[in-house]
């Protein structure tokens, strides 16, 4: 059955209507009008979190594992009208879309057996030894504690599985930690109809209602409004560099700073060594061409760059590329807004020196085809806008003079999400002298693989130095990303009785 949104916030388990209004502006199918979100709706819902924390974060461990299977069954329960009006609203084919709400519900349902095992507390005891000379010591005990309300923002590229009831927000519901919700304007009817499972999860477990509220946009106001309100103690963003730094600048100048775990993107580069690209050249340029272009080039993890050594196995590499590339029908991107940025990033690659264009493309209104340029690595390593981050299906491929280039590219290089080396047998001399470097350089660090396709696991890292995100200590996916939304806290002599739970 078609899902028609009511175009209200969820506050506190209330659907509230605001005076002024916005269109959505969907890519097929009709237009809906939301209410906007104001200050005022945000410090309603923050003070509703902060009181859901003082039972929520004292919950057990059964009890919130039992209530993020609750939200899996019933977002698996909406899935049809899930995938229809999120089909409408970003152009995502049904097959991604379904694909993308397994994962959603595949995460909560991971996060709820993680915590039930509970090694994620890290708990630590030190026994007293009243006798030890020449001072006795006292009992320590150590466990990591929810934080408090936490503020997620919704990605424009995953509308389930990095918003609403995303990796974010389910990592911070199983550490103890209240959720606001801020949901993305390029698919607010989605963002409702998952809050709305949320609601019912909660009515099911009997939680607090205030665990969870949603506020749309439609001002930046919002956003600001949600980053410095005091009673939020942690911020969840995946999104560009721009926006994402302009947060975290408003986190920092707070009276009280607080932890901005912001996943900012990257160019994700990949360095194919010698001996793979002469005997499996080819089939690396296809399997490329396929990451590249996948949801229309718009991931975070889209392999934009190749670096190659120069030579014939390079052009042909470049050939083969060309040739898949120039098959790749038009694609339809997720905003109008994004598809404008690809415009002015392609015409920004193609206007730089040393860049020659390979393969043209065009981007109709949100209608988009691939782009692929080449350049050598002395004019990307004299040109550092070559080395920002397009979003779309643009690829830049650069060759090197020699290994000592392809090193000083690596050297060069800033934060990434992934950095990837393709290589055969008699190329692991290049990769020992490429490996120390780029782990330094990402998150994550692959071999003959491709970087689109993120593994929700308890080994998986997705961030990365800045400015792949903004703290290279965490996660947004995969179980350790649970550990942002805690701390440790040290109890000292604290009788049993008074001890939380996971303690006691």
């Known amino acids: 059955m078609a899902y028609t949104p009511t175009g209200k916030h969820l506050i506190a388990g209330n659907w509230v209507a605001s005076a002024d209004t916005f269109a959505s502006s969907p890519a097929t199918g009709p237009s809906h009008t939301f209410s906007k979100g104001t200050p005022a709706l945000v410090d309603q819902a923050a003070k509703a979190a902060e009181e859901a924390f003082e039972t929520y974060a004292y919950s057990t461990r059964e009890e919130r594992a039992a209530f993020l299977e609750a939200i899996a069954e019933e977002i698996d329960a909406r899935g049809d009208a899930i995938t229809e009006i999120g089909s409408q609203e970003t152009g995502l084919p049904e097959a991604r879309l379904v694909g993308e709400r397994g994962r959603t519900v595949g995460q909560l349902r991971l996060f709820a057996s993680h915590i039930r095992k509970g090694d994620y507390l890290d708990r630590r005891h030190d026994e007293a030894l009243p006798d030890r000379k020449p001072l006795p010591r006292p009992d320590l005990k150590m466990v990591q504690r929810p934080i408090g309300p936490v503020a997620v923002f919704g990605a424009s590229n995953f509308p389930l599985a990095f918003s609403t009831a995303g990796g974010d927000t389910a990592a911070a519901l199983a550490a103890g930690c209240p959720v606001v919700v ?58 560009s560099l721009g926006g994402g730094r302009a947060l975290y600048d408003l986190c920092a100048q707070r009276p009280e700073p607080i932890p901005f775990f912001g996943e900012l993107g990257s160019v994700n580069p990949m360095f194919m060594l010698p001996k793979a690209v002469a005997t499996r050249g080819e ?13 229309a080039g718009q991931f975070c993890t889209n392999p934009g760059i190749v670096v190659l050594l ?13 040739e898949a590339l120039s098959a790749v ?35 109709d209104l949100r209608n988009a085809t691939p782009y692929l340029f080449q350049t050598t690595a002395k004019d990307w390593l004299d040109n550092h806008v070559l080395g920002e981050e397009v979003f779309g299906p643009l690829g830049l491929i650069v060759i090197a003079e020699s290994e000592d280039e392809m090193v000083a590219m690596a050297r060069s290089l800033s934060g990434q999400l992934t950095a990837s080396i ?41 961030g990365g130095p800045y400015p792949a995100s903004t703290n290279f200590g965490a996660t947004s996916v995969g179980t350790l990303s649970i550990r942002r939304f805690l701390r440790p806290v040290c109890y000292q002599d604290i009788p049993a009785a008074l001890l939380p739970i996971d303690l006691a």
């Open 422 to 462: 393709h290589l055969a047998d008699g190329d692991e001399a290049l990769g020992k002298r490429l490996m120390p470097i780029l782990e330094r350089k990402a998150g994550r660090v692959l071999a003959n693989g491709f970087p689109t396709g993120v593994e929700v696991a308890d080994s998986m890292v997705h």
């Open 310 to 322: 120069k030579g014939a196995d390079a052009d042909k590499y470049v050939e083969t590329a060309t």
């Open 182 to 239: 801020k949901a993305h304007d390029a698919h607010p009817g989605t963002g409702e109809i998952v809050a709305s499972a949320i609601d019912a999860a909660i009515k099911r477990c009997g939680v607090h209602p205030g665990v969870f509220s949603l506020v749309h946009g439609g001002s930046r106001d919002v956003g600001q409004a949600l980053v410095q309100h005091p009673l939020i103690k942690a911020v969840g963003f995946t999104g």
């Open 329 to 363: 029908g038009p694609q339809t991107m997720l905003t109008d807004g994004i598809a404008d940025a690809y415009r002015k990033g392609a015409t920004k690659i193609a206007g730089t020196e040393g860049v020659r264009s390979v393969l043209t493309s065009t981007c």
């Open 283 to 295: 089939t690396i340029a296809k399997g490329w061409v396929g990451s590249l272009t996948m949801g």
